[in-house]
């Protein structure tokens, strides 16, 4: 019931006007790549998403600092989902005035989830526009698919915005899906083998016996963009290169409807290495449920969470979009979510992005990096990319130029981070980049890193060479912390949940620290197409390094 229910409500992020009957604060962007097909009919249904105001979010990430704090009593004392509602939920008044609002406009077919922070409605584009102000929808198409957005600010009531987080199904539009690199190499690459699971597990120091063998223990990945798997290729993988360990060539659990057509290299990566890597261990994938023209899978998937008490302890998302072009009422609730899933024991790891430092470009102003959320986010744990320093053998690794990393410029650095990175920006302080380019006050990420170089990835029953990203890394990443969870269930501990407080005071224990290489920046004269450089212990391209994985069990092994 929890699926059939949270898979009605979909949602759209765009910012609020806090004040009212003013206009939007920001402008309309529609992108070049998305062709405007006409003003929908007034009489066309749309659903809206509206995210009333939690109670007690100050709590909320006061007591995950608590339970994820390895020296804190509270350690490891997860919430349930039914706690975790009860402390969120909406008050009275806000869900009182927030459907009083839309019941006078008529509006009454809405749908809401456990903790009642979410309500989706149905209404004609009428009822909306009059209902918002300013608001006019129309048609846009990119690629076969085909969206409905506002193309003008729009405006809230002045009773209800205290009451309100945004209106999601206006503004925002669906980032285009990455294409996974399949990197142009000298002659000579050829002869490279690639990374396989055997590979991996040789460099992170995995035996045959490093297998999931917990009964309550599970891990999963999340597909957006239209991105599927096709269970033959993990069959004909698993077939491949699984023969050296005991492992599972089936998924455990399809949530949400899998797409007809060809697989996608991005699914195809996600779910092959995550359970070759956290081999033998359950694995769920969450998939698109076919797309309303006003949903958002990335949304629907974090709302999904926050409405099932019974999901997989660790899941990898390799999805993100540039910060600068959310907004900060979107991205401040969607760190709510994120704080919930923690809360509960849940680790949520996000790729750091194949676009290095990223670049802004300012046109005759000063360029300047540009971060990528979610992996900017406090309140998830970030991967990196990384290569072998001889690509012809498993050797030590340096950075790959693509890993995503840097620094926020909305989210400020979080206490448990605050001494590793102040000591970064001190050791490399005369090589650093201008700091016009990047905020040194701001949420630095990657947290860690894994290879994201040449992986081999069946799709569509071929065996494709070359591929690349911290898409790759990221998975691969999740099946080890997967692996050390099924071992603390085993010795009676919690799971890991959120990682990164205990992660940071380790300082570097059970990681193999990379140290030599720089990744991608602006193209101007400046920095010369150059970001950030890796250093000893953390620094914002691999974060503290990558898993060495019987030191690393061992470290996180302890109560």
């Known amino acids: 019931m929890d699926t059939l229910l949270v898979f009605c409500i979909t949602l759209l992020s765009s910012s609020l006007v806090l004040s009212g009957f003013l206009e939007y604060d920001q ?81 009454s077919n809405c749908l809401t989830v ?77 002869v490279h083998l690639g990374v396989t699971p055997a590979i991996l597990r040789t460099r992170y120091n995995l035996t045959a016996t490093d297998v999931g063998s917990a009964q309550n223990n599970s891990q999963a990945v999340a597909q957006f963009l239209e991105q599927y798997y096709h269970p033959a290729d993990l069959a004909e993988f698993m077939k491949m290169f699984g023969g050296t360990f005991q492992h599972l060539s089936k998924v455990d659990r399809v949530v949400g409807t899998q797409g007809g057509g060809k697989a996608g290299l991005e699914a195809s990566l996600d779910i092959e290495y995550i359970m070759s890597t956290g081999a033998n261990i359950p694995t769920w994938v969450f998939t698109n449920p076919g797309r309303h023209e006003s949903q958002e899978p990335f949304l629907q998937w974090m709302v999904l969470l926050s409405n099932m008490s019974d999901l997989p302890w660790v899941h990898t998302i390799s999805y993100g979009d540039d910060e600068d072009s959310l907004s900060a009422a979107y991205m401040t609730r969607i760190n709510t979510e994120f704080m919930k899933a923690g809360v509960r024991g849940i680790s949520l790891l996000f790729a750091s992005g194949d676009s290095g430092a990223g670049c802004r470009h300012m046109g005759k102003q000063q360029n300047s990096f ?53 000591r970064y920006l001190k050791t490399v302080a005369a090589t650093l980049p201008p700091q016009s380019y990047f905020n040194t006050s701001g949420r630095a990420y990657p947290d860690l890193a894994a290879l994201s170089d040449n992986y081999w990835v069946v799709i569509n029953r071929v065996p494709v060479p070359w591929v690349s990203g911290t898409s790759a890394s990221t998975p691969v990443v999740g099946g080890m912390l997967s692996l050390v969870n099924g071992q603390r269930l085993l010795k009676g501990l919690p799971t890991l949940g ?62």
């Not at 030599?516 to 450089?533: P, R, T, Y």
């Open 27 to 107: 402008d309309v962007l529609i992108p070049e790549d998305w062709t405007h097909v006409g003003r929908v009919e007034p009489s066309e249904e749309l659903e809206l998403i509206f995210a009333l105001k939690q109670q007690n979010v100050q709590l909320l990430e006061e007591t995950l600092g608590l339970l994820s704090d390895p020296d804190s009593a509270q350690y490891g004392k997860h919430l349930s989902l039914e706690e975790v509602a009860s402390l969120v939920r909406p008050s009275e008044l806000t869900q009182k005035m927030v459907r009083h609002w839309l019941q006078s406009h008529g509006i």
């Open 114 to 190: 456990r903790t009642q922070d979410f309500l989706q409605c149905a209404m004609t584009a009428e009822i909306a526009e009059t209902l918002l102000p300013g608001s006019r929808f129309h048609r846009y198409t990119r690629d076969g698919h085909s969206i409905v957005r506002s193309s003008a600010p729009y405006s809230v009531h002045d009773d209800i915005h205290q009451h309100l987080d945004f209106v999601g199904g206006l503004h925002r539009i669906p980032p285009r899906g990455k294409e996974l690199g399949k990197k142009h190499h000298n002659s000579k690459a050829g």
């Open 370 to 422: 540009r971060p990528s959320f979610p992996a900017s986010s406090p309140y998830v744990t970030t991967v990196g990319g990384t290569s072998f320093k001889n690509p012809f053998k498993v050797t030590y690794e340096v950075t790959d130029y693509i890993s995503g990393g840097g620094f926020s410029n909305v989210f400020k650095m979080p206490d448990y981070q605050v001494n590793a990175v102040q």
């Open 498 to 559: 959120f990682l990164n407080p205990r992660l940071y005071k380790l300082k570097g224990q059970g990681l193999f620290d990379v140290m030599e290489g720089c990744h991608l920046g602006c193209l101007d004269e400046q920095v010369q197409g150059k970001g950030f450089c890796a250093a000893p212990s953390w620094d914002p391209v691999t974060g503290w390094g990558t898993p060495n994985y019987p030191a690393l069990l061992a470290a996180l092994l302890t109560d």
